[in-house]
């Protein structure tokens, strides 16, 4: 799970290490009923109404995976990192949710398993993020949703996938991509932001 504030890719990151920490963030941890309640308004609008398999990559401590179950969808969350997941866990007990350790950009489900694949702030810090999109789409039944919530970072030394670059990406494999803009949804992050932040929302072919 990678975050804005990072300048470095994931693996790069110690991020059982930060386990213990990562919910301290507005939108990590989703702890503020706004905030909260912000982000539930936008998964309800981003996965279909009717019960869902939806797969979380790189879900971190669970707080989308945990929404999204809330709501009436069966969960599968993966990370990389054991400490994330084993909060994750315990954060969505008694939950039809399942959550594994493993590699998001080859996550250990079967394919053509789920109707939406979403991902949190991860797919800019991979090395070829085209190669993912390609991979994840695979994961999805004909018809299903890929959610990529992505951005650029900062100002002076931005970091991050433009949403322009990301749509070409989505391009051959959609047949409908939407892009919602998020910069000015203060709720979502628990603060006023000025840098590029968006969903993108593609119904695969």
């Not at 079967?110 to 694949?117: A, G, P, Q």
């Not at 190669?131 to 100002?155: F, K, N, Q, S």
């Not at 628990?190 to 969903?199: C, H, L, P, S, T």
């Amino acid at each position: 799970m990678t975050h804005e504030s990072d300048e470095t890719t994931s693996v790069s990151v110690d991020w059982d290490a930060r386990a213990a920490s990562f919910d301290d963030e507005p939108d990590h941890g989703l702890r503020d009923p706004r905030v909260r309640h912000a982000w539930a308004g936008r998964l309800r609008d981003w996965i279909p109404e009717r019960p869902s398999d939806v797969l979380d990559l790189g879900c971190g401590t669970g707080s989308l995976s945990l929404l999204a179950a809330e709501q009436g969808h069966h969960l599968t969350g993966v990370d990389l990192s054991p400490a994330m997941v084993g909060l994750a866990r315990a954060k969505s007990a008694g939950r039809d949710a399942v959550f594994l350790v493993g590699d998001a950009t080859a996550p250990p489900v079967r394919e053509e398993r789920f109707d939406v694949v979403l991902v949190r702030h991860l797919l800019w810090a991979l090395p070829d993020p085209g190669r993912a999109v390609r991979h994840w789409r695979e994961l999805l039944r004909p018809g299903g949703r890929l959610v990529l919530v992505e951005g650029v970072w900062g100002t002076a030394s931005p970091v991050g996938i433009p949403a322009d670059r990301l749509t070409a990406l989505l391009a051959p494999l959609a047949a409908q991509v939407r892009v919602d803009r998020l910069s000015d949804d203060r709720l979502l992050w628990g603060r006023e932001v000025e840098d590029e932040r968006y969903a993108v929302v593609a119904v695969v072919r």
